[in-house]
T-cell receptor, first 117, second 110 residues
């Protein structure tokens, strides 16, 4: 079946502009995650949505970063007033939600490469 | 911080088994061991996971020691396309996020 899809695959923007990155999870997956990977760095957790529960925003690096998930499916990560240090690959993952609020294996999309000039 | 320790790099000859070790001495009873790999410029790819029993699927085998403090991912017949960074992660299912360490860069050589 179709995997996690992300758009755009590449985004080049100027410092100070706002950007929106989109994630379409695997159909039926109610849990959705955002990570980022900066050049030469490991993968860093940003935010996690599970069903109708309040999202875990503990990984967002600043208040310029926000995310929403509409209708329990598609998610948008928004970065306001982009800075050069925001340049990274932004990865989305999704998983099934299990009984008792547990989550299953996460499957990743191909990522969006963001370059801030 | 990641709860796992992996060697930074390993080489393997094409066609031979690749054995990638991982130490997770502080693993909790409800934490699973997950393995992902990331081929250059792609998103991480799920490989396998386990709790305490050894597991095998079409991609790999996972051997977990009886005390669960370490594990080994085995690629039985490595190919050049298996060249990637391999991440070992421990995660409880009531925790949303994955915490990635630096992983092991596996280079499969002809």
């Amino acid at each position: 079946g179709a995997g996690v899809s992300q758009s755009p695959s590449n985004k080049v923007t100027e410092k100070g502009k706002d950007v929106e990155l989109r994630c379409d999870p695997i159909s039926g997956h109610t849990a959705l995650y955002w990570y980022r990977q900066s050049l030469g760095q490991g993968l860093e957790f940003l935010i996690y949505f599970q069903g109708n529960s309040a999202p875990d925003k503990s990984g967002l690096p600043s208040d310029r970063f926000s995310a929403e998930r509409t209708g329990g499916s598609v998610s948008t990560l928004t970065i306001q007033r982009t800075q050069q240090e925001d340049s990274a690959v932004y990865l989305c993952a999704s998983s099934y939600r299990l009984a008792g609020g547990l989550t299953d294996t996460q499957y990743f999309g191909p990522g969006t490469r963001l370059t801030v000039l | 911080d990641a709860k796992t320790t992996q060697p930074p790099s390993m080489d393997c000859a094409e066609g031979r088994a690749a054995n990638l070790p991982c130490n997770h001495s502080t693993i909790s009873g409800n934490e699973y061991v997950y393995w992902y790999r990331q081929i250059h410029s792609q998103g991480p790819q799920y490989i396998i996971h386990g709790l305490k029993n050894n597991e095998t699927n079409e991609m790999a085998s996972l051997i977990i020691t009886e005390d669960r403090k370490s594990s080994t991912l085995i690629l039985p017949h490595a190919t050049l396309r298996d060249t990637a960074v391999y991440y070992c992660i421990v995660r409880a299912r009531d925790t949303g996020k994955l915490i990635f360490g630096q992983g092991t860069t596996l280079q499969v050589k002809p």
